[in-house]
Nanobody, 124 residues
Framework: QVQLVESGGGVVQAGGPLRLSCAVSGFTFNSYTMGWFRRAPGKGREFVAAISRSGSNRYYADSVKGRFTISRDNAKNTVLLQMNSLKPEDTAVYYC?????????????????WGQGTQVTVSL
């Protein structure tokens, strides 16, 4: 059974950091591209960051570039999203996703499996 379980969400003041974690089981983790997406209230799903199978390539949305860092630990089947200098507009539910289709990493349809999401709220 495939499971992607996000953790680390919460409420943080603007300018503060937060680290999200996604624990994966049920598929061969190092064969999958991993990504983070988010959905803000009243908005559609938005790409945040992605990392290639080996971790050698990383991609970021312009809105988070320079503030967020994605990483993975293939030995622990975990993908992390370190978020710094958070802004109120970063408030959203954050989803972890894994894909093996080889498509564009910023596209949601590249991904086969999704977590349930974790809420991040950035207050002023």
């Amino acid at each position: 059974q495939v499971q992607l379980v996000e953790s680390g969400g919460g409420v943080v003041q603007a300018g503060g950091p937060l680290r999200l974690s996604c624990a994966v089981s049920g598929f061969t983790f190092n064969s999958y591209t991993m990504g983070w997406f988010r959905r803000a209230p009243g908005k559609g799903r938005e790409f945040v960051a992605a990392i290639s199978r080996s971790g050698s390539n990383r991609y970021y949305a312009d809105s988070v570039k320079g503030r967020f860092t994605i990483s993975r630990d293939n030995a622990k089947n975990t993908v992390l999203l370190q978020m710094n200098s958070l802004k109120p507009e970063d408030t959203a539910v954050y989803y972890c996703a894994g894909g093996q289709r080889g498509g564009l990493m910023f596209r949601a349809d590249t991904y086969d499996y999704w977590g349930q999401g974790t809420q991040v709220t950035v207050s002023l």
